[in-house]
Each structure stands twice: as C-alpha cells, then as structure tokens.
C-alpha cells in the first residue's frame, strides 16, 4: 500500500480501501525514515483498516514515524530492529497480552521535549500482568517503563521523555506549571530543583493498582542535594503542587537508573526527585575493616522486632546498590543485633547501609558508614576437605607474586607447623599433610604477607 511518496504507507485516500485480518503482518523495512498512517485517513475508519500485527524492521539508526493522531494496533507490536518514533502521537495497542509489544533489537522513540498532554503508548491490560514498555533515545539508551498490574482492567498510557539540557528542570515551559518548582519535601517546603532527574513521565491508568518501575539515564541524574544521606524518589503532580515523595531507588549502574513504587492506585505526572533518606529509628551501624573483608553489625531498640535488613553499598555515598540480605541475629530483653560480612569490598573508598521496609512499604535507611578498602592481596577461597583427618589443602587468590609465611596454631596459639611458601599471581593450592600427628579439634591456618595476615579455621576430625 503506497501512500504517493517514497516513504511508503498505507494512505486510503480517495477510493483506496484495503482490509487487514487481525493477524495480518505489515513490516516496515529499509534504511529511509518511513511513515506509520493508515487508520483515520480516507476510508479506512473501520476495524479491518487497523493494523493486525506491526512490525519494525529498520535499520539501526532509521525509523518509522506515527503520522496519525492515533494509531491503532490489534494484535502485536514486534520491534525486531530501528526505532517506531512516537512523533507526539499516541500508539495504541488493543490486545491485553502482555507479549503484544516485543523487543529484540527495537525501541519506541521518545526525545521530544515539549509538553504532548495526549500522545505516548496506550495499551489494554488485565492484571495480574507484568507490561513492559521498551522506550528508548534517539541513539538506542534504553530507559524502560515496567507495570506490574496488580488488580483491574483497563488501559495504561505511558510516556517518558528526558530534557534536552541538564539542568534539573525536566519540564518544558508549557507543563503542567512551568518549569520544576515548589517541589515538596513531604513537611510543605519548598525543594530545591536541582533535585530533579532530567527526565519526566505521564502515566494514565485509571481503575488500575499496580507497581510502576521508572527508569533513567545516568547522565540524567544531575542532582546535587542530599550528598550519603539522600536517595532517589518519585514525586507526583496534584492539587496543584508536587506531591511529597514515595517509593524507593532500587539500583544505579553504568546503562540505567530504576525507582520503583508499589499499590499505587493514584497515576499522573512523575518526576524522580532526590530527598533526604527516611532513617529507622534507634538504629547503631558499625563497619570494620577485618583482613579482606568488610564487616557490619548494627544494633536496634525498635520493639517491633523486623527480622529482615537489606544492606546497600555505595561507591560515592549517593548511588546505592543492594549487596545482600541479613536475617542473623542476637536478640536481647531490650535489643536486637544483626551482622553481614561484605567478602568483596570495594577497593578504596565506599559506603554502606542498611534498609528495611515499614508497615507501610516505606523504605527506611540507617546512618551511612564510610570505609577506605586497601586490597590485602590475598584472598582465601576454600580449604578442603574441612573436617579433614591426615592432610587438607588450601586454595587461595594472590594479587602479587610473593613470598610468605603459612602457619597453623591451635586454639591455645601455639604454633604447630610453620613453612614458606613462594606464591604465583592468581590461584595457589598450598598442601598440608602432617595431620595425623594432631590431635582432633579446631586449628587456625594463617597465611602472612607484608600485607597483612589473613586466616581459616578449620576441623581436624575426632
């Protein structure tokens, strides 16, 4: 179907009609910028002028451009390859499979920065569902929105749309109250702006509970406030004002940034805004550097006795990611403690905490600690067998060829062999046969370097 130019379309002008089954493919392929149309234009005003399955077949940096206000898709969205640019119109797919739209190597284009209160992907959905929607930039940066329905049915509408300037204030002059302002702190003070990500959304889902996990560029995220005590967190527009922050930052690497809310039943206009971090209450973090390892322990007077902290690393006090779960712990008339051990620090200067969830979902975080992590060169992997009887073997990582010491002592410190030891760069296996001349119970092998000393206990077998 031709729509009289060389970017190929379908156009029912005049006496054109056409029918398209439910199921029908139409593919859009090459390396010029093509034009999605169809529905809406000349005759085709019915539901056979739809488009059954669409599919994206560009090259890399090609696309194919809504034309229509609205375009409608029946069955599937398969984006196999190039870009499908929304161009502020709205894309509108009607099946509620939440595999409709697909993505192997395509990506919904969305670089526009001006205020299109109607365009952006609708899409039927039922619940529970997980719908995914593959939005991108110009150059291919994926910055997906997930919904997870929870309950009901219906349609969300999606978009996302970053600034063109880094300057923490994501919306264009037209939004919905100018430029980012009076962002509320959650006590009705005003926020400072450079606490925006440089990227905004629009998400319509009425009837609809659900999870919502935003995503963001690293080059968006701009912010200055806050410093180790800050995180991520989403604000909403309404009443007139910016709504006080909810949800939680989940993790930040070098290709995205996530923030995800839970139950939200309430959509709207989002931005990502930094806010200081919800501290537990009652709460002592500790952080010791011991051998090649980092170890936590915090202490608690909550009475509500949570079971279950998650504990975060940070590599500049302000991107945290989640490194492990802690569920040890000693509890007291009073207290509670809990311990982590980190077995691979970060070399130099990092930061750590501890969060849980309260009764309301509400991510609260502990005080932050920072550590400075010198590499000790030497990384104890296994020692085997463990109970052992006559020999066992000890395998450990050296970051350096070098001389060292392997010692063994009993519980009572004393030495009971002793030998040199020439370690190559990367895995050593250092052999211990004399077992039999011990008597059964716990011993301590110790490897020393200039470095440091680094240990394991092990079980000589009764």
């Known amino acids: 179907l031709y729509n009289s130019t060389s970017t190929a379309g379908i156009n029912a002008t005049s006496d054109l009609d056409y029918n398209l089954a439910a199921r029908s493919i139409v593919c859009y392929y090459g390396l010029k910028a093509q034009e999605l149309n169809g529905y809406g ?21 090609s696309s194919a451009m809504l034309t229509a206000a609205i375009t ?18 709205l894309l509108f797919i009607e099946s509620r499979d939440p595999n409709s739209i697909s993505s192997i190597g395509g990506n919904i284009l969305t670089f526009r920065s001006s205020w299109i209160n109607n365009s952006g992907v609708k899409w039927k959905v039922r619940s529970p569902e997980k719908y995914l929607i593959p ?5 291919g940066q994926k910055t997906p929105i997930v919904i997870n329905t929870l309950q009901g049915t219906g349609h969300i509408r999606l978009l996302s749309y970053s600034s063109p300037n880094r300057d923490n204030t994501p919306y ?30 629009q998400i319509e889902a009425s009837g609809i509970k659900a999870d919502v996990e935003l995503t963001f560029l690293p080059d968006e ?7 180790s005590n800050s995180t991520l967190k989403i604000s909403a527009w309404k009443n007139n004002h910016w709504s006080a922050p909810f949800g939680r930052f989940i993790d930040q690497d070098s290709q995205i ?42 202490t608690t007077k909550d009475p509500k006795d949570y079971n279950t902290y998650t504990v975060q690393r ?18 007291g008339d009073q207290t509670s403690t809990f311990s982590y051990t980190d077995e691979d620090p970060i070399e130099g200067t990092s930061f750590y905490s501890v969060t849980r969830m309260d009764a309301n979902g509400q991510s609260l975080s502990s005080s932050t600690e920072k550590v400075d992590f010198i590499a000790k060169r030497i990384k104890i992997n296994n020692v085997y067998p463990n109970p052992f009887r006559n020999s066992f073997t000890l395998e450990f990582n ?63 077998a009764f």
Do not use: C
């Not at 990502?272 to 011991?290: E, F, G, H, K, Q």
């Open 257 to 298: 940034g996530k923030v995800k809310a839970q139950n939200v039943t309430e959509f709207g206009t989002w931005l990502i805004i930094r806010t200081p971090r919800s501290n537990i209450p009652n709460i002592s973090l500790n952080a010791t550097i011991v051998g090649s390892t980092v170890e936590l322990s915090w």
């Open 135 to 139: 939005f991108s930039n110009s150059v």
């Open 172 to 201: 264009p002059n037209e939004g919905p109250n100018g430029a980012v302002s009076h962002i509320d702190k959650g006590n009705g003070q005003d926020f400072s702006i450079d606490a925006a990500v440089d990227r905004w959304y």
């Open 41 to 61: 234009f000349g005759k085709a005003e019915q539901e056979h002028h739809k488009y059954g399955i669409l599919k994206i077949n560009k090259s890399i940096q």
């Open 314 to 331: 940070s590599k500049n006090g302000t991107q945290y990611e989640n490194i492990g779960i802690s569920t040890q712990v000693e509890r």
């Open 398 to 460: 050296a970051f350096n060829a070098e001389e060292m010491t392997i010692t063994i002592y009993n519980m009572s410190g004393q030495i009971v062999d002793s030998e040199y030891f020439s370690a190559q760069l990367g895995t050593n296996k250092y052999s211990f046969n004399g077992g039999s001349e011990l008597e059964p119970g716990h011993y301590l092998v110790s490897i020393k370097t200039e470095n440091g000393e680094f240990s394991k206990r092990v079980l000589k």
């Open 72 to 89: 409608h898709v029946r069955s599937g969205l398969q984006l196999n390859s190039g870009n499908l640019y929304l161009n502020d119109n």
């Open 221 to 227: 995220e701009s912010t200055t406030v806050g410093q």
